[in-house]
């Protein structure tokens, strides 16, 4: 059966009955239907975080349709519940960008989804729409100051740096002019779209503490500069109030249920290899205060959302997990060590013993922060004992235990192994959490700890606009924010080509785009776009709906 055909055999649970295994209050819910709901922020308590343990779970460098990560998080998560720990996974939401293009949805898979995976793949309570909204009501005040006499900033249409969103994958929209048509169209100039999870405003949602915060953080929104030279902020332009009020509903988490019924928290969706990749601070402490484990999920390999949920998310919000879970495949080993993309399925240990030096890498990446590893063999049908028995004998050379997880087939009854390593590794090490990089540090020194550590580049080179703005970035008194790299998913170096583990290759910075509220800044490497495009046969093709209003295609 499909996931979707997986899904439609389970009898929902009513929201409450999630509600009541964390003891929350049927009052404390703000229903949207009978199977979602937001949670109030009150829920939070800062004592109860300290005592609850907080589980990672990221991957080794994917293959272009990903490893598995959010279906073994599920997985896991199912599997502490069924061996005796109250336990809560937290996950981003999906965008339709994926939904529609290459990757699918982001509920998971088989028999560890969340549920209702329709709803929760489209729109779901419609945080993302808010975002966008909030994004763009940011824009048309930009172009209605520009056009305005009375109430003008003098604002420079050549320096202004905020673009408009939209969650979908669109290439033609990442370079456009706006205002043509005459004087009382506005004024022409040069702008673009990015895709929604690619927003500051999602930044900024991901890492607020409350509407306060929240609210500050959009104020602090760099827009660009007057004629003069000025720096402009969303607070100028008067923005933050009616942005942070659109995002009112939005700030709240969303609780949903795994499919075996265990709670499960959805809130946020920025992608790993052009944001953060992580979901809300208000949604994991949420779950902290309300399960003694949360099992959360960073976007793609250790070098992109792990690495961004270290020193970005756990620096901001005074986060400290307790162990990861590193997500391999057989198959995604058999790509790194050169085997064809179309015959991954195909036995083949000679690739698989070859492509174990990208999990290698990705395993000396948890050190970095000191925390303790297993590794998760999502097992698929065509694996053979052979080439799982590779990737155990290496992962206990290096000291790491490695646990296959039939998650997807199996649903926490493929997970039981994989939980009692893990609750092992998180309750047995004595190791403590580190950061990579301290933020006081000089932003290129922040960048090459990054480049040189996690992904073992040999330097970093920077273009001439990239120089241009590291001087415009202290000038703007940011050179104490946090570093958000974006790089491609597919390789550990800023080149999609080089598979495995490369090593002697230069990291290039061609761009840093500035985000001021979210308090990062984005050096952006390679060929990497902030508004994808679709492949030549997009997911879209496949999904339908009948008469009844049954959806099919998705997964």
């Known amino acids: ?217 959009l104020g602090n929104i760099f827009v660009g500069y007057t004629m003069d030279r000025q720096p402009i902020y969303a607070r100028d332009l008067k923005a933050h109030g009616a942005m942070a009020a659109l995002l009112k509903d939005a700030i709240q988490p969303n609780l949903v249920q795994t499919l075996e019924g265990y709670p499960a928290i959805i809130h946020g969706g920025p992608f790993a290899n ?37 020193d970005i998310k756990c620096q901001s919000a005074g986060l400290a997990p307790k162990a990861m879970c590193i997500v391999a495949t057989i198959r995604a080993l058999k790509y790194h060590g050169g085997g064809d993309l179309k015959q991954l399925t195909v036995p083949n240990p000679e690739a698989v013993e070859k492509g174990l030096v990208n999990l290698e890498k990705h395993l000396e990446n948890t050190r970095l922060y000191g925390l303790p590893a297993v590794v998760a063999i999502n097992k698929f049908t065509t694996d053979t004992d052979e080439e799982i028995a590779l990737v155990k004998n290496r992962c206990e050379k ?40 301290d933020w006081a540090w000089p932003i290129e020194k922040k960048i090459e700890t990054i480049a040189t550590k996690v992904y073992g580049a040999a330097n970093v080179e920077y273009s001439a606009d990239a120089k241009i703005h590291l001087k415009r970035i202290t000038k703007l008194g940011l050179d104490g924010a946090a570093v958000c790299i974006a790089k491609t998913q597919k390789s550990l170096s800023d080149n999609p080509a080089l598979i495995g583990r490369p090593s002697g290759f230069t990291i290039t910075v061609r761009e840093i785009e500035i985000a001021a509220g979210a308090n990062f800044v984005v050096p952006i490497t390679g060929e990497m776009m902030r508004m994808p495009g679709l492949p030549d046969h997009p997911s879209a093709e496949n999904i339908d709906i009948d008469a009844e209003g049954n959806i099919s295609g998705l997964f």
Not at 20 to 31: E, G, K, P, T, V
Not at 294 to 303: I, K, L, M, Q, R
Not at 404 to 414: D, R, S, Y
């Open 1 to 217: 059966m499909t996931d979707l055909d997986i899904a439609r055999t389970i009898t929902l649970k009513p929201i409450q009955q999630i509600a009541d295994q964390l003891n929350i209050s049927h009052d404390d819910l703000n229903l949207y239907g009978k199977y979602k709901a937001k949670l109030p922020l009150g829920l939070i308590n800062e004592e109860k975080i300290k005592q609850s343990k907080l589980i990672l779970v990221t991957a080794i460098s994917p293959t272009p349709a990903g490893e598995g990560k959010t279906t073994v998080s599920i997985g896991l998560s199912q599997g502490l519940n069924r061996t005796g720990r109250k336990t809560c996974v937290v996950l981003r939401e999906p965008s339709l960008g994926p939904v529609f293009g290459i990757k699918g949805g982001a509920t998971g898979g088989g028999y560890s989804q969340v549920l209702p995976m329709e709803d929760i793949n489209l729109h779901f309570t419609g945080d993302l729409a808010a975002v966008e909204k909030a994004h763009n009501l940011l824009s048309a005040l930009i172009d209605n100051n520009l056009q305005s006499k009375k109430v003008s900033l003098g604002l420079d249409p050549r320096q202004i740096f905020w673009k408009r969103v939209m969650d979908m994958n669109d290439r033609s929209l990442r370079k456009i002019i706006v205002g043509l048509g005459g004087t009382g169209n506005g004024m022409p100039r040069e702008t673009g779209f990015d895709i929604a999870v690619a927003s500051e405003v999602m930044a900024i949602l991901c890492l607020s503490n409350d509407i306060e915060d929240l609210k500050r953080r």
């Open 274 to 310: 052009i944001a953060q990749g992580t979901n809300t601070v208000i949604a994991t402490k949420t779950g902290l205060s309300l399960a003694d484990w949360v099992v959360t999920e960073a976007g793609f390999g250790s070098d992109l959302g792990a690495e961004k949920f270290m």
């Open 398 to 437: 290096m000291g790491f235990k490695a646990v296959v997880a039939e998650v997807w087939a199996k649903g926490g009854e493929g997970a039981i192994d994989l939980a009692n390593a893990v609750a092992e590794a998180a309750e047995g090490s004595s190791s403590k959490f580190t950061p990579l990089y």
